[in-house]
């Protein structure tokens, strides 16, 4: 009994946590290959392989062009292997490339113009954010989107927004030039920014004025137990008697509103970052592997819209950290390019071979110290 009790305890488990998240990482990691693999094949770059995870291959298939693609034993990346590439990273095989015939050369990656070379690399992050676009913009088109209007029906006693003088009544128009459309508009902006003033417009008894308020840094912990660090303002809006409305939005006005959302996780990703880096934010609330298996889980018990939904935010995610100028990632050959194109040649295979070997060595810490956090927040939870 014990056994069948840890097997259907294993089977929760797998259903609960591994298939959402492999469901989320594969669609990102797809697409993001995806994107290089289509513009590769269009510069005339013969693609060795394809594959969704890293390790041993698990299944594939060979198509006409001769690409393998493969599913891959290790489901936390993937990669796309272009002709003259020495491994997974695209670092170049010098032997290779220097017997290559004249034939192989048209097809090679590394003879390609650096602008075309570019392009291809560009092409991944690029097809993450278009991914997202599409999500959002297909959830607000079928499923639609909450609508409250910005109206302060009650101010917490002792909050920053008694403080700045917030009443009953006043309807918020703007933050920091920002314009407001609803309240979830509101809580997104301040959530963002704990401890930091903010000017905010409001309309009360016919006339427009600003309030200087600074939202207070509070740890909110949701309904799975995790705890997030946010700034609160302290007012809130009543959500009966038909104040919550469902919008479905038109094919252009969707898109619109995605790209406003994708441009929104950007900003708050390079606004959470500045704070880490200034001390105003925690490191800790970074997270690996491990922490998307258990948001995928969680995510999931709202249904497949929602774990879409965190498909997406992944997907600009993954794009916006591949885009970093550290060597490995995608941003560290767009930038060793850049270099190219500014010196008319590339820089000599020690430079590279060292900058790779540092993008390596940043990456594998990056990894490490997001797992670090993964377990000890498992661990107070």
Known sequence: MDFLASMGGNASWLLGYVVPFLFVLTIVVFFH???????????????????????????????????????????LGGYVKFLGDENAA??????????????????????????ARAAIVAAGPIANFILAIVIFAGLFMTVGRQVTTPQVDAVQAGSAAERAGFLPGDV???????????????????????DVKLDVEVA????????????????ITDSFGNVHRLGVLGISRTTGNGQVKTERLGPVAAVSAATHEVWFIVDRTFSYLGGVVTGRESA??????????QVSGQVATFGFGAL???????????????LFPVPLLDGGHLLFYAI???RGRPLSDRAQEVGFRIGLALVLMLMLFATWNDILNISKS
């Open 33 to 75: 290959e995806l994107g290089h693999f289509w513009v590769a094949r269009r510069a005339g770059v013969r693609v060795v392989a394809f594959s969704v995870g890293f390790g041993p291959e698990i299944v594939g298939f060979n198509d006409r062009h001769g690409t393998r693609w493969k599913l891959s034993a290790i489901p």
């Open 90 to 115: 695209s670092t170049p095989d010098r032997d290779s490339l220097q017997t290559m015939s004249e034939e192989d050369r048209r097809g090679s990656f590394f003879h390609k113009p650096v602008g």
């Open 172 to 194: 918020i128009l703007s933050i920091d030039g920002t314009k407001i459309e609803t309240f979830s508009d509101m809580q997104r902006i301040v959530s963002a920014n704990a």
């Open 204 to 219: 009360r008894d016919g006339r427009n004025i600003v309030i200087e308020a600074t939202p207070d840094r509070r740890e």
């Open 284 to 293: 800790d609330q970074l997270g690996g592997p491990i922490r998307i298996a």
């Open 308 to 322: 879409l939904q965190l498909a997406a935010v992944l997907s600009v995610s993954i794009g916006l950290l591949n």
């Open 340 to 342: 190219e194109a500014l």
